[in-house]
């Protein structure tokens, strides 16, 4: 299995969190974005949207961290991962659009205004990032994971650019139910930091 | 079934849209933006994001067009609208998640810009837009559909914003392939309008 990869990249992160977690060898292709290494020919014929990370698993070639996730799920995991039934299915897929959304719209992006400098809005990405903070800490006051009973790719999906939030000038301190999910991730069987994120 | 719902809202018009091509009945509840219903204690419980579509289904109460969209899938919908097989999921979920970014935060913002006055940033709403429009023209030169050789819920989370691309001020003339893939769309049997589709 080769992953096209970006240390840096959270979304690249939850990548190599999830293989490791399913105890998954693969070779890691690092994609240099400042020297434009994901708008050549060769890596859009991959990844038509020129991002990272991309999956190739043979002659499966995925794109998109989201969609990368349910593959692992369904090739290498178990239901325990991702559940079949409709309802928990579902579940399941509602914190998954919050990481694709919120998270990355607003928690991801005020970090990458400060450390890559993006042309975004400070205050919309902040104001995007607290609301759905606030949505995460009560949710998670009487719970231990996002989704389920078990920690599913719901967690794993949302986990790195909650974790990393601090970068963007946010603190966490009034989230003591996300700090405690947080805790919890970490301790899973096969968790591995990413070096970025902050102690 | 219970759909929390707007007429103007696309996300909800791809619900009543899925709910159409499966034949189900619902009954609709009106959620007045305006008049703050989707901030009242009772209607934060349903949905903690404060946002339309909400499903209620029994009890169970999924929110996110998107998850709704796999539960009905999953629910009432065959292997046909989500296929299980891991390489096939992945597929369809890589066209959700495009659904989720660059469609909803490119051409359905720059539509609720000049629709509702939002305050986003025209400029990057539409380079984001353009960017998907490009990649979906191209993926579609030689394919009926987004993800697989059959509609998925892949074309449903992605048709209602790309089909309303005209009201956020960006012509869909030079995209023929794009064009011809609504007009599939168009033609499944159960398909429903949404009345602000410009003709």
Excluded at 21 to 38: P, Q, R, W
Excluded at 83 to 94: C, D, G, K, N, S
Excluded at 97 to 124: S, T
Aim: charged residues 20%; hydrophobic residues 40%; negative net charge.
């Amino acid at each position: 299995m080769k992953l096209y990869d970006m240390p840096l990249s959270g979304n690249c992160y939850k990548i190599r969190l999830m293989l490791s977690l399913l105890g998954k060898e693969y070779h890691s292709v690092n994609v240099d974005l400042k020297n434009g290494d994901h708008q050549t020919p060769s890596f859009l014929k991959l990844n038509p949207r020129g991002q990272v990370p991309v999956l190739e698993d043979g002659d499966t070639v995925i794109w998109d961290s989201t969609a990368i996730l349910i593959y692992l799920a369904r090739r290498y995991g178990s239901e325990s991962w991702l559940p079949l039934e409709a309802r928990e299915m579902a579940e399941v897929t509602q914190w998954l659009a919050v990481a694709q959304n919120e998270i990355l719209y607003g928690l991801a992006r005020a970090r990458a205004i400060i450390l890559f400098n993006r042309p975004w809005d400070m205050q919309q990405c902040r104001e995007t990032g607290l609301a759905i903070l606030r949505v995460m800490e009560q949710h998670l006051q009487h719970r231990h994971w996002l989704a389920l009973d078990r920690p599913t790719i719901a967690d794993i999906a949302c986990y790195p650019y909650v974790a990393l939030t601090p970068e963007g000038g946010i603190t966490l301190d009034d989230y003591p139910a996300i700090l405690a999910w947080i805790k919890n991730i970490e301790h899973l069987p096969g968790y591995i930091a990413m070096t970025s994120i902050s102690p």
